[in-house]
Nanobody, 126 residues
Framework: QVQLVESGGGSVQAGGSLRLSCVAS????????RGWFRQVPGKEREGVAT???????TYADSVKGRFTISQDNTKTTLYLQMNNLKPDDTAMYYC????????????????????WGQGTQVTVSS
């Protein structure tokens, strides 16, 4: 079992930046992928960025060039650096992890991730 705790959300104006963090505890050695997903009320949870244990990354088209996913050397803490934020980025952001190997490129499919944090709210005003 893996526990995930997010932090770093908040309110910013369009064009601003935020950095989200997610600390993992428990059986972290069993993780193949970690990632960030977001959800707004009434919509499906969508993948934002994911990273595999070998460092490969996948980004949603809507955040390419603006967001960067990374993890520390111990692979305990996951980060999401968000620059040039837009009002459409407003959502609850969730950290996720997978203990199942799927493919060499980390997936953005939420159904392939079995461990989730509680979420942190990001609000971007125009």
């Amino acid at each position: 079992q893996v526990q995930l705790v997010e932090s770093g959300g908040g309110s910013v104006q369009a064009g601003g930046s935020l950095r989200l963090s997610c600390v993992a505890s428990g059986n972290t050695g069993s993780l193949y992928y970690r990632g960030w997903f977001r959800q707004v009320p009434g919509k499906e949870r969508e993948g934002v960025a994911t990273i595999s244990t070998n460092g490969r990354t996948t980004y949603a088209d809507s955040v390419k060039g603006r967001f960067t996913i990374s993890q520390d050397n111990t692979k305990t803490t996951l980060y999401l650096q968000m620059n040039n934020l837009k009002p459409d980025d407003t959502a609850m952001y969730y950290c996720a992890a997978s203990q199942t190997w799927w493919t060499s490129s980390p997936p953005l499919n939420k159904n392939l991730f079995g461990n989730w944090g509680q979420g942190t709210q990001v609000t971007v005003s125009s």
